[in-house]
């Protein structure tokens, strides 16, 4: 591995010093070493430990004492305990979607509303100036080739793109092998179509993303729930028991930073679960939208990089990195499916906006890209610990949840008096969108639990939600 540059130790130190209060090795309210101490001991510069220290401390994991020095934050994230969930033995269902669905995305959307339940990025914090400055650019002559249709499986030169960005992650992906798609919602539906028929039956993690059931629901399939760890993704001990016991025509799953999880499933389960799904012949469609949203060193594997069969299909889109109006996703299908995949794209929608897939091949080629997800990266992973810290002061002290390793949600446990949907109302009174638990699940579970966003910058009105949000299930346990 090379040496980090000189302008990124710093980075390197404040990441290593991270790591020691989160694993609970530096205890809450702790000295830290003096700048001049840790100077001498790292043969770092006094201004690298200096810059360390004031990183960490942008991140709420210290603070500085005048004429003290730095100590650890006093409230103890390492104490926080992961989340648990009862296995209730999976059963192929039909969908039954929540009623609360539809009110629970008008409050995502409502823009008064101070969005802890919108799990997209906030535009703050996208390219909105450089995509500025590309359409400004714009000749007529351009702007002539943009009205008309794009091929239907997408622009060459936005797919060189996504092929180019594939190394070191994918073996061997070309142009040819990825087809643009309206969002990840399109490559998951498109998949879903490819595959499956009415009153077949698909696997999906218990919790899920609700829009998943939302589309399962149109698509007349039926879900076999399985459980699914915080920390390690979809348990694959009841996934095989599942396939020993039920016809199961695909697996529908989020590997990386699930949501509403934000669970990440080690090499080790990918490979495994893989091997199982490869010998069963089953499907999976994995839904890869928020790996780029990594904050340790790499981006984590898709499922497909373990696949010897042709049988994982991989979905993603820009919506969380880049701009989800834009709606420029992606499918790697693998060739088994590709060519119904193809015929049902341009049957459907043709094609996807030739102006929108100019916009984003016009950024990604202009290197700006790589930039862009280092600055976003460590946005949302100091909001993600800014969040996690204001959760921990305010919530009552049984309150579980996992320090997220990615993403830009955090999924909360309560103690089992508190039923979130009355929490969530209150929460609406006060112009407060959540996510209730009950709306990830097909059978009803979840009562408990909330999913709340880091996804906008961590401001006061931000850190005031979440002690009114804190106070709202305080009240919940005396109703
Ligand atoms: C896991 C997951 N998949 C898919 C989507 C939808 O993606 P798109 O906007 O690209 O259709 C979301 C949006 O929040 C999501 O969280």
């Known amino acids: 591995m090379s040496k980090p540059k000189q302008g990124f130790r710093y980075k390197e ?13 530096y205890r809450p309210g702790e000295k830290l070493l003096s700048i001049r101490k840790l100077h001498k001991q790292s043969n770092l510069s006094i201004s690298t430990v200096y810059k360390a220290y004031v990183e960490l401390e942008t991140m709420g994991l210290v603070e500085a004492r005048p004429k003290s020095g730095y100590f650890v934050n006093p409230v ?19 969908v039954s979607l929540s009623s609360m669905i539809n009110s ?9 509303f101070l969005p802890l339940g919108n799990t997209a990025v906030d535009t703050e914090l996208l390219p909105s100036k450089h995509f500025f400055r590309i359409l ?42 990825i087809i643009i798609t309206n969002g990840c919602t399109e490559a998951v539906a498109l998949a879903l179509l490819a595959i499956s028929q009415p009153g077949d039956t698909i696997a999906i993690e218990t919790p899920t993303n609700f829009s998943f059931l939302q589309l399962l629901k149109e698509l007349g399939v039926l879900v076999m729930e399985v459980p699914t760890d915080p920390r390690h993704g979809v348990d694959i001990k009841e996934l095989e028991n599942v396939l020993r016991r039920n016809r199961i025509k695909a697996c529908l799953f989020m590997p ?5 999880l934000g669970a990440i499933m080690p090499n080790d389960n990918k490979r495994h679960l893989v091997r199982l799904l490869n010998r069963y012949e089953i499907p999976v469609i994995e839904d890869d939208i928020s790996a780029e949203l990594y904050f340790e060193e790499h981006r984590p594997i898709p499922l497909k990089a373990f696949d010897e069969r042709d049988l994982v299909l991989t979905c993603s889109s820009f919506s969380k990195t880049l701009a989800a109006g834009l709606r420029i996703g992606w499918i790697i299908p693998g060739n088994r499916f590709k060519g119904k995949i193809q015929r049902l794209k341009a049957g459907m929608t043709v094609s996807t906006s030739t102006l929108n897939q100019y916009l984003v091949t016009r950024f990604l080629a202009s290197g700006a890209y790589e930039r862009h997800m280092r600055s976003l990266r460590t946005a949302l992973k100091k909001q993600a610990i800014r969040t996690t810290l204001a959760v921990k002061e305010h919530f009552p002290p049984d309150t579980r949840l996992a320090v997220p390793r ?14 979130t949907v009355k929490v969530y109302r209150k929460a609406l009174e006060h112009n407060i969108s959540i996510i209730p638990g009950v709306v990830c699940s097909n059978s009803g579970q979840f009562k408990n639990y909330i999913q709340i966003s880091y996804g906008a910058p961590f401001t006061p009105r931000m850190e005031q939600g ?3 949000l804190g106070q709202l299930i305080f009240d919940a346990y005396d109703r």
């Not at 629970?104 to 008064?112: D, E, H, K, M, Q």
């Not at 990386?256 to 509403?260: K, T, Y």
């Open 13 to 25: 130190l404040a990441g290593e010093i991270e790591r020691k209060i989160l694993d609970g090795t």
């Open 76 to 94: 103890a994230l390492q104490q926080l305990k992961v989340p648990v969930h009862k296995k209730q033995p999976p059963i192929p269902q039909k």
């Open 466 to 468: 979440i002690k009114t």
């Open 136 to 177: 400004k650019d714009l000749s007529l002559k351009d702007v002539k080739s943009m009205i008309s249709y794009s091929l239907s499986e997408g622009d060459l030169e936005l797919r060189r793109q996504l092929a180019l960005r594939t190394l070191g992650v994918l073996k061997a992906i070309t142009p040819e092998d």
């Open 406 to 419: 990615g993403g830009s949600f955090l999924w909360i446990q309560l103690n089992q008096k508190v039923d």
């Open 104 to 112: 629970v995305v008008s409050a995502i959307n409502n823009p008064g």
């Open 256 to 260: 990386n930073f699930h949501n509403p």
